[in-house]
């Protein structure tokens, strides 16, 4: 299953905690952006898109859901994982140089998600490993130029 496909990661600045509340000055999402695409001038939060490299770490990190994927999101993950027919779940980065393959045995299904699996959240890998076996292929994160 390839999820690549899924868009960009786009903003609802309206929920940013620096824009509901002033003097907040919250700095989450812009100390983890690997990519420094994100910026905070004047208590307004902006992407520069073209450095976006989607690596998804702003989705988990911000308190208050304010970065979103248009058609992808954790729910769609975890409700493909636990639709697998096979028992084992191998999930890959979108940046990760390996094709995506199937298990011609259906020992284990790989998904390669849009996002780096360290944007991942500890709740959707719980979820999933709570009803299959689950790997992460971090074999080539060591080399990563979004980590």
């Given at each position: 299953?390839?999820?690549?496909?899924a868009?960009?990661?786009?903003l609802?600045t309206e929920?940013c905690?620096?824009?509901?509340?002033r003097?907040?000055?919250?700095?989450?999402?812009?100390?983890?952006?690997?990519?420094k695409a994100?910026s905070l001038?004047?208590?307004?939060?902006?992407?520069?898109?073209?450095a976006?490299?989607?690596?998804g770490?702003c989705l988990?990190?911000?308190?208050?859901g304010?970065?979103?994927?248009?058609?992808?999101d954790?729910?769609?993950?975890?409700k493909q994982a636990?639709?697998?027919e096979a028992?084992?779940?191998?999930?890959f980065?979108?940046?990760?140089?390996?094709?995506?393959?199937?298990?011609?045995s259906q020992e284990?299904?790989c998904?390669?998600?849009?996002?780096?699996?360290a944007?991942?959240s500890?709740?959707?890998l719980?979820e999933?490993?709570?009803k299959?076996?689950?790997?992460?292929m971090?074999d080539?994160?060591?080399?990563?130029?979004?980590?």
């Amino acid at each position: 299953m390839n999820l690549e496909m899924a868009g960009n990661i786009r903003l609802e600045t309206e929920k940013c905690l620096n824009r509901l509340y002033r003097g907040i000055e919250c700095r989450t999402c812009v100390e983890q952006c690997p990519a420094k695409a994100l910026s905070l001038e004047g208590g307004t939060l902006e992407m520069n898109t073209d450095a976006c490299v989607g690596c998804g770490q702003c989705l988990t990190h911000c308190p208050t859901g304010v970065f979103h994927m248009e058609s992808w999101d954790e729910k769609t993950l975890v409700k493909q994982a636990l639709e697998a027919e096979a028992e084992t779940v191998v999930l890959f980065c979108g940046g990760h140089p390996r094709p995506y393959r199937k298990s011609k045995s259906q020992e284990f299904e790989c998904l390669r998600i849009p996002i780096c699996l360290a944007g991942l959240s500890k709740a959707v890998l719980f979820e999933i490993a709570a009803k299959k076996k689950l790997e992460l292929m971090l074999d080539n994160c060591s080399q990563c130029e979004h980590t």
